[in-house]
């Protein structure tokens, strides 16, 4: 008996450790840090952190799960308010896509995609890039293969939220200055309509059958509702939490119920996507979030919280933080990785 203990404490490490090396993970932009913050979501440690550049903000995998992208800018660091005559002067060579391979952890390369990228979207085959370029109004397309942006396309005023239409047919690009949201058939490359919604629109999420679009309006205190055949707002869904600024949003994995992070309100709101309601809030969530990710079982919610330099892990069932992971500064965007197979 005493001699298999050892082999059982092997296989028992072995196994532990095969646990670990298979949990989904966490990456975390950094904005004012310039990295990336890689968290384990077996253990809710940080396993890495990974220097790709200046203001790291928006974050996509490829479709295949093997590369995270990086909106990186070299434009200073403004937002509402903010006197730009005072700011220093852009550094444009900082400005671009970060390829983060997911394997080795490693910055690949930065590609070209127009000036102060902030989000993006990527095609369903991979193949193409769609980039907010807040400073000059405009969305580019970027061919992933050659590196170069092949289209320009004039959109309104800081430019942000990029969202593919599951069909990957039509893209919706948010104004936040305009208060619009830009509806461009992707073949022709062109504007279909610029939707009225609430006052600075900053993300989209679609429907699974991409009938409705979730447009988080943060001045606006609302979801504007808008028909993603159409391209016509048909309602709004208040966000009534003391202080909420709608931020971000994701669905969960039935896509039965959107989260919205409520930014300064330090909350996340609880919508019924078929009844399109608030059914309840999530308070005390962190400091000003706005990154938000769901697990793949749809059991525990993610907020990224610039001010305090962390990213809380909330319990859906209890509607409680259990933990706040400590990552790089300002984290800003994040983006789930799911086990190897």
Sequence with gaps: MPSRLPFALFALCALSST??????????????????????????????????????????????GKLALVALSGSPKGGPGTDEM???????????????????????????????????DLARDGKLLYVSNE????????????????????????????????????LYVTSEVE??????????????????????????VFTPDGKTAFVTCELGGQLSVVDG???QARGRIAIEAPGARPMGAVLSPDAKVLYVS??????????????????GTIAKVGVRPWGIAVSLDGKRLYTANGPSNDVSVIDLATKAVTKQIKVGQSPWGLALQRPAQ
């Design 262 to 279: 409520n930014g300064r309100g330090s909350t996340v709101s609880i919508v019924d996507v078929a009844a399109e309601k608030v059914t």
């Design 179 to 204: 208060n619009k949201v830009f509806a461009i058939d992707v073949q022709k490359r062109k504007v279909l309509n610029a939707i009225e919604v609430g006052a600075r629109p900053r993300s989209v």
């Design 86 to 120: 005072k700011l220093p002067p852009p550094d444009r060579t900082a400005d671009g896509v970060g390829v983060l391979d997911l394997k080795t952890l490693r910055l690949q390369k930065v590609l070209k995609s127009g000036q102060d990228p902030e989000s993006f």
């Design 19 to 64: 646990a670990r090396a298979q949990s989904a993970r966490l990456l975390v932009t950094n904005e004012d840090s310039g990295d990336v913050s890689v968290i384990d979501l077996g253990t809710d440690q940080v396993i890495a952190s990974v220097s790709v550049g200046k203001r790291p903000r928006g974050i996509r995998l490829s479709p295949d």
């Design 135 to 170: 400073e000059t109004a405009e969305t580019s397309v970027v061919d992933l293969r050659s590196g170069k942006v092949t289209k320009k396309i004039k959109v309104g005023g800081e430019p942000e939220g990029v969202t593919l239409r599951p069909d990957g047919k039509v």
């Design 229 to 231: 055949q159409t391209h």
